[in-house]
């Protein structure tokens, strides 16, 4: 798990002392938490670079690019729900939540970019894109050199894909890669090494993934959930049987990890991340 550091600003200096002990002593979300009622000294820490995330009152004004969790008036909230919020600012979890997600189709793109993104959004995942050509107005040099970390660098790949993610559309990850065979150049073991350090620094990821980018049907076996969005009519396809029938021939096919989406005909993506 990577360190996280949190700075607190909140007039009432009892409350705000009792909550900055509270959230370095709890054990289920680890961090280190500074707390003051200064408001100038405050944001010259955050100026520094002390902190990976703020929380502040609601009234309190900031401009600044760092997440920011806002503390509701009358201290309602528990301690344990404003850590949960603090890790949900940063896109990540504890361990046991943390996961490696794909959204999958042997039919093509239609809609996966779609449910990817609002997973992304809605569960504060990171976006990585596997789309041969992605939709997206983001470059593809930030993927392209996570990748050569990924099977080069691998000590370097986390270090890497924690501070050089895009901003895409409002979510954080990576749009794609320059080609589709660039996703080919890692092995299977190079994906597992790094999809383990993701997980350990509590993060999840939900992969956006096409058959042309998959460098092995043994790819899907490093993931905890692959989703499928179907049309009933494609269900009950001989493509979609023949789909099962080879993965289950290299014995990739597993219940546990693949779950059919059935999509109901007008229904958003959001509606449809809704009843995951």
């Not at 997206?136 to 894909?161: H, N, Q, T």
């Not at 092995?216 to 009519?233: M, R, T």
Request: proline share 3%.
């Amino acid at each position: 798990m990577r360190e996280i550091h949190t700075g607190i600003y909140h007039r009432d200096r009892k409350y705000g002392k009792r909550l900055m002990e509270y959230l370095n002593h709890q054990k289920k979300y680890p961090m280190t938490v500074w707390y003051t009622s200064d408001e100038k000294k405050f944001f010259e820490k955050e100026k520094e670079g002390c902190f990976q995330c703020l929380v502040l009152e609601e009234e309190t004004s900031y401009g600044g690019d760092l997440p920011v969790f806002r503390l509701e008036s009358g201290g309602c909230q528990s301690g344990m729900e404003i850590a949960r919020n603090i890790y949900g600012c940063l896109h990540i979890g504890t361990a046991e939540e943390c996961r490696i997600i794909g959204i999958f189709s042997p039919f093509g793109q239609a809609f996966t970019t779609e449910i990817s993104m609002e997973i992304a959004r809605q569960w504060k995942l990171f976006y990585f894109g596997m789309q041969a050509y992605h939709s997206f107005s983001a470059g593809e040099e930030p993927m392209d050199e996570l990748l050569f970390c990924i099977r080069e660098r691998k000590e370097e790949a986390l270090d890497f894909f924690l501070t050089k993610y895009q901003n895409i559309n409002g979510i954080h990850g990576y749009a794609g890669a320059s080609c589709y065979l660039d996703y080919h150049e890692p092995s299977i073991e190079d994906y597992h090494v790094f999809f383990n350090q993701i997980k350990r620094s509590g993060i999840s990821i939900i992969a956006d993934m096409e058959t042309a980018c998959i460098p092995d049907l043994s790819f899907f076996q490093l993931f905890d959930k692959i989703y499928i969005p179907l049309k009933k009519e494609e269900s009950l396809s001989d493509r979609y049987r023949n789909f099962k029938e080879q993965l289950g021939r290299y014995g990739t096919w597993n219940s546990s990890i693949f779950e059919e989406i059935i999509l109901m005909k007008g229904e958003s993506s959001m509606e449809v991340v809704r009843r995951l």
